[in-house]
C-alpha cells in the first residue's frame, strides 16, 4: 500500500475532528448534570476550613507580615530530598484556608498521582478553592476520573491545557492527524509546575506527579529538585498561574468532548471512591510526616532561608502563540541574561545538553573572554537518559561543547552513588527492594546525617499511544541494578544567586514549551544549590567528558580530523570516532578537570557510551547524530 493511500485516511479523520465542536447545548446540558449531582455539599463550616496548622505555611505569612514595599521578606527551602517535597506538598494542601492552584506537565494514576488528586478533593470538600491545570498530552488519560474529577465538588476546578481537538484522550491516530495537521500547535506544550496555597507560598520545579519523580519507582527514578518560596513571591505566581488559567487553550472539563460526552450518557454521579495505592503503608506514613511538626521542622523547616530577593518567572502562554515574540520568554530571557553576565563561574545541571542558537551565542562570547568563566555542566549519559534521541544531537556536538565554549561536562551515571543514596533515603525500613536488592538498613543520610524511614513503590502509566507498557524506557545496559536518570533543571552564577525550575536550557524550551522558576539572588541559598549539583559531578557519580587521545599516531589525527568535519554536517554525520569520549577516574586519583595536565593519567577511557548494551536504541542514537540536526526543537 503506498504513503499516499496510508494518509488519506489521517486526512480525513483530521476534517472530521476539526469540524466537531460541541454546542452550546451539549455545554449546557453537561453542567446542569454536574451542579445537579449528589455529595457536594461543603463538609466543613468554619472560617477557617477546618485546616491542618502547617509550619510551612506560618512562616510565609510571617514572611509577608514582615515584608516592606521597600524591604521585601521571602523564604525560600531548597527541595532536593523527595520525600520532603513530597510532605511538604502534603502539608500546605492540608492547611489551605482560601485557595490551591496547580500546574503540571504530568499527571500520572499511579500511587503519587492519586495521593496528591485524593488530598486536593478533600481541601475543597472542605471549603478550598482549588484549581488544577494540567498539560493534556500526559495528564488524565482517564475518562471515568475526569468525570468523577467535574462531579465532585463545587470547589475543584480542573483544566486541560492546550487539547489539540478538544478531546481529553489522545488515541493513535488523533495523536498522527496533530502532527499532520496542527504540528506547531500540537509540539507546544505548558511545562510549567507550580503548587501554589492560599497566594502566600507556592512549590516549583522539576518534579511532575508520577513515582519516578519521588523514589517511589522500584526500577527506575529521577535525581530532581524543587525549591519552595514563601512571602510575596506567592503574588508573582498568582499573576502567572492567572494568565495561563484564563487563557483561550485551557479547556474546562465539560468543554471537552470526550468528557462531555461521557457526562451526558451517564447522569448517575459517580462518586468520588477511595484511592488504591500499591503501598498503603508507604502512603499513610508520608501522611503522617505532613502532620508531624518535628519531622516538618528537621527535614524541611531547619534547611528554610529567610532572603529579601526572590522572583518567580514564567514565560506567559502567548509563547505558544507566537514563538518568536520575546516578550512571551520572560524566564527564558532572563536565564539567558544570567549567564551573558557571568564574570568567573556557571554552573548548569540539565537532563539535555542540546543548546538554542541564543546560548550558543552566549557560551562561546563567555569563552572567549580573558579570564574565561569556568562552565560547568551536570547532564545524563546515554546509560541514565530516557530520551535517547536527544542525548544523539548532544554526542553530535560534544567537540564544539569542549572547544567552542569550555563546558565541563559530567554525565550521570545509571547507578550514581548520589542516586542510590536518595533512593535509600526514600525506602529505607525495608529488608528488600522490590526487585530483591537489599536495601540499607535504617540509619543516617550521606548528605546530612539524619536518620530516615522509608518504603518502595511500583508505578505504571498508559503510553502516548494508549499502550499499557512502561514509558521512556531508557535503552538497555550491560550491569544490573536500580536505575536513576537526571531531572533536575538549575543553574547556579557567580556563587551568587540560583535558578531551579522547569527550563531545560534546550531548543524546546527556549521556543515551544513555556516554562517556569525561581531565582532566588543569596549566596547561602546560590551555595546550597551549587553543592547539590557538584554532589553530581563527582567520579562514583558521573563519567568526565574529555578529548579522546590519539593511540596511533597520524592515523589518530586523520580520524580526528575527519570526525570534525563529519560532526560540522547537518546531515550524514557518520563517522564514528569522534573527538571526545567518557572517561572513568583511576583508583587512587583526586578528581581531576580534562583541562588538568595529569588528567590523562588519573582517567581511564571507557567509550563513548559506556554500560549500555548493543541495541536498537543503541542504533537509533547513532542514527540520530547522522541524520537528528534539524529536529533539534522537537526532541
Known amino acids: 500500500m503506498s504513503f499516499r493511500w496510508l494518509l488519506l485516511p489521517v486526512l480525513l479523520l483530521v476534517a472530521l475532528l476539526q469540524g466537531c465542536t460541541l454546542s452550546r447545548a451539549q455545554i449546557r446540558e453537561a453542567g446542569a448534570i454536574v451542579a445537579a449531582s ?74 503519587i498521582g492519586q495521593l496528591v488528586l485524593n488530598e486536593l478533593v478533600q481541601a475543597a470538600r472542605r471549603g478550598v478553592q482549588v484549581r488544577i491545570l494540567a498539560d493534556q498530552l500526559f495528564s488524565f488519560g482517564d475518562l471515568g476520573l475526569l468525570d468523577r474529577l467535574a462531579r465532585v465538588s463545587p470547589n475543584l476546578e480542573v483544566k486541560l491545557y492546550n487539547p489539540t481537538f478538544h478531546d481529553a484522550q489522545t488515541p493513535p491516530l ?160 532572563r536565564l539567558m541574561r544570567m549567564v551573558a553576565d557571568a564574570k568567573h563561574e556557571v554552573v548548569v545541571q540539565t537532563p539535555y545538553l542540546v543548546l538554542s542558537k541564543r546560548a550558543q551565542d552566549i557560551f562561546k562570547r563567555l569563552h572567549r573572554e580573558n579570564p574565561s568563566p569556568s562552565i560547568i555542566i551536570s547532564t545524563n549519559s546515554l546509560a541514565a537518559t530516557d530520551a535517547f534521541a536527544v542525548y544523539g544531537l548532544s554526542y553530535k556536538h560534544r567537540r564544539r561543547y569542549l572547544t567552542e565554549y569550555g563546558f565541563q561536562i559530567h554525565e550521570l551515571k545509571p547507578h550514581a552513588d548520589s542516586a542510590a543514596e536518595a533512593w535509600e533515603e526514600a525506602n529505607e525500613d525495608q529488608d528488600d527492594g522490590p526487585t530483591g536488592q537489599p536495601i540499607a538498613a535504617p540509619g543516617k543520610s550521606a548528605k546530612s546525617g539524619k536518620p530516615r524511614q522509608r518504603f518502595p513503590g511500583n508505578e505504571r502509566r498508559p503510553g502516548v499511544f494508549g499502550s499499557h507498557g512502561r514509558r521512556n524506557r531508557p535503552a538497555p545496559l550491560r550491569s544490573n541494578g536500580r536505575r536513576y536518570s537526571l531531572h533536575a533543571k538549575s543553574m547556579v552564577v557567580d556563587d551568587s544567586f540560583a535558578m531551579v525550575g522547569s527550563h531545560n536550557f534546550d531548543p524546546r524550551s527556549d521556543h515551544y514549551n513555556t516554562e517556569a522558576g525561581v531565582i532566588v539572588y543569596d549566596p547561602r541559598f546560590a551555595s546550597e544549590v551549587r553543592a547539590s549539583i557538584l554532589e553530581d559531578t563527582l567520579p562514583q557519580n558521573a563519567w568526565t567528558i574529555a578529548r579522546r587521545e590519539p593511540t596511533i599516531p597520524v592515523l589518530g589525527d586523520i580520524s580526528q580530523a575527519i570526525g570534525n568535519l563529519s560532526s560540522r554536517l547537518p546531515l550524514f554525520d557518520l563517522w564514528p570516532f569522534r573527538y ?56
Open 38 to 111: 449528589p455529595g457536594r455539599e461543603d463538609s466543613c463550616h468554619q472560617a477557617d476550613r477546618c485546616a491542618t496548622p502547617s509550619p510551612l505555611l506560618d512562616a510565609a505569612q510571617q514572611a509577608i507580615a514582615d515584608s516592606t514595599s521597600e524591604h521585601p521578606v521571602n523564604t525560600v527551602t531548597l527541595l532536593d530530598d523527595s520525600e520532603a517535597a513530597l510532605v511538604a506538598r502534603l502539608s500546605l494542601i492540608r492547611a489551605a484556608q482560601h485557595s490551591i492552584d496547580v500546574q503540571t506537565y504530568i499527571w500520572d494514576e499511579d500511587d
Open 174 to 333: 488523533q495523536f498522527a492527524a496533530g502532527v499532520l495537521c496542527c504540528f506547531m500547535k500540537f509540539n507546544q506544550r505548558m511545562h510549567n509546575k507550580l503548587l501554589l496555597v492560599d497566594d502566600a507560598i507556592g512549590i516549583t520545579g522539576g518534579r511532575n506527579y508520577q513515582n519516578r519523580y519521588f523514589n517511589w519507582d522500584p526500577d527506575f527514578d529521577y535525581l530532581d529538585r524543587d525549591v519552595m518560596a514563601g512571602g510575596p513571591v506567592g503574588r508573582e505566581m498568582a499573576d502567572s498561574f492567572a494568565l495561563f488559567w484564563n487563557h483561550r487553550r485551557s479547556v474546562p472539563l465539560i468543554r471537552l468532548r470526550d468528557v462531555n460526552r461521557r457526562i451526558r450518557s451517564d447522569r448517575a454521579a459517580p462518586g468520588w471512591p477511595a484511592p488504591h495505592y500499591t503501598d498503603p503503608a508507604r502512603v499513610a506514613r508520608a501522611q503522617a510526616e505532613a502532620e508531624d511538626p518535628d519531622w516538618l521542622a528537621a527535614w524541611i523547616g531547619d534547611d528554610t532561608l529567610r532572603v529579601s530577593q526572590v522572583n518567580y518567572f514564567s514565560d506567559l502562554p502567548a509563547k505558544t502563540d507566537e514563538p518568536t515574540k520575546r516578550s512571551a520568554r520572560e524566564l527564558t530571557g
Open 580 to 635: 571526545a569520549t567518557s572517561y572513568e577516574i583511576k583508583p587512587g586519583c583526586a578528581p581531576l578537570a580534562p583541562d588538568n595536565p595529569k588528567f590523562q593519567e588519573c582517567y581511564t577511557p571507557v567509550g563513548d557510551f559506556p554500560d549500555v548494551a548493543i541495541s536498537p536504541k543503541l542504533i537509533y542514537t547513532r542514527l540520530i547524530t547522522a541524520f537528528g540536526a534539524g529536529v533539534k526543537g522537537i526532541l
